[in-house]
């Protein structure tokens, strides 16, 4: 039982194109996050939903759009790949009680690859 | 804004040996949690600290937050090869509780 389960697990694609990440959790959690992890493992928040409402997003270029049909799943489409793009993006999901800050479960990564 | 630091970035141990990441951050904290990323895999929870002071043990690891919630760090007491990997620290600012901000890591490799 996959708690977050991410796809593809590896994705390689030339520069220009679009490609999409999908997320889910099966742990009931009502808050997801997307971050990206760079060759030196700098581990970055990119955005965060709650109940399917963004919450939190960073200063990342407009190529990237996150999409949450419902809080149980989390997507990542990036539109015109860049080579800058490459690196490991993980999913992650937590449960938001009120101010309380709960501990994140992540899922398995999926490693791009833009040439 | 926030910023997270950690000390030292890479370690080498020989088995046995004892090893210890320090965290730092820039403002206080409401609390803190340590995540253990293994090469090849995702950050796992190792734990989180909410108290000014408070100390927790978890086997041969030992966790710490400072009294003024601004920093932390993890002891690994007699290191053993299955230590290896990357540990992180994640704090939420006391400000902007949406937040979670990751410290770069220190990356522990073990020497059998």
């Known amino acids: 039982d996959t708690a977050v389960s991410q796809t593809p697990k590896y994705l390689v694609t030339q520069m220009g194109n679009d490609k999409s990440i999908k997320c889910e959790q099966n742990?009931?959690?009502?808050?997801m996050y997307w971050y990206k992890q760079d060759s030196k493992k700098f581990l970055k928040i990119m955005f965060s939903?709650?109940?399917?409402?963004?919450?939190i997003n960073e200063t990342v270029p407009n190529r990237f759009s996150p999409k949450s049909p419902d809080k149980a799943h989390l997507n990542l489409h990036i539109n015109s790949l860049e080579l800058g793009d490459s690196a490991v993006y993980f999913c992650?999901?937590?449960?938001?009680?009120?101010?309380?800050?709960?501990?994140?479960?992540f899922g398995p990564g999926t490693r791009l690859t833009v040439l | 804004g926030q910023q997270v630091m950690q000390i030292p970035q890479y370690q080498h141990v020989q088995e046995g040996e004892d090893f210890t990441t320090y965290c730092n951050s820039s403002?206080?904290?409401?609390?803190i949690q340590w995540y253990k990323q293994r090469p090849g895999g995702h950050p796992v929870f190792l734990i989180q600290?909410?108290?000014?002071?408070e100390v927790k043990k978890q086997k041969r690891l030992t966790f710490q937050f400072g009294e003024a919630k601004k920093n932390s760090s993890l002891h690994i007491t007699a290191t053993q090869t299955t230590d290896v990997g990357t540990y992180f620290c994640?704090?939420?600012?006391?400000?902007?509780?949406?937040?979670?901000?990751f410290g770069p890591g220190t990356s522990l490799s073990v020497i059998p």
């Open positions: 403002t206080t904290l409401s609390n």
């Open positions: 994640a704090g939420r600012s006391k400000t902007s509780y949406d937040k979670v901000i």
């Open positions: 939903y709650n109940n399917k409402e963004l919450i």
């Open positions: 742990l009931g959690h009502d808050t």
């Open positions: 992650a999901s937590s449960q938001l009680d009120g101010r309380a800050f709960n501990e994140q479960f």
């Open positions: 600290l909410v108290k000014s002071g």
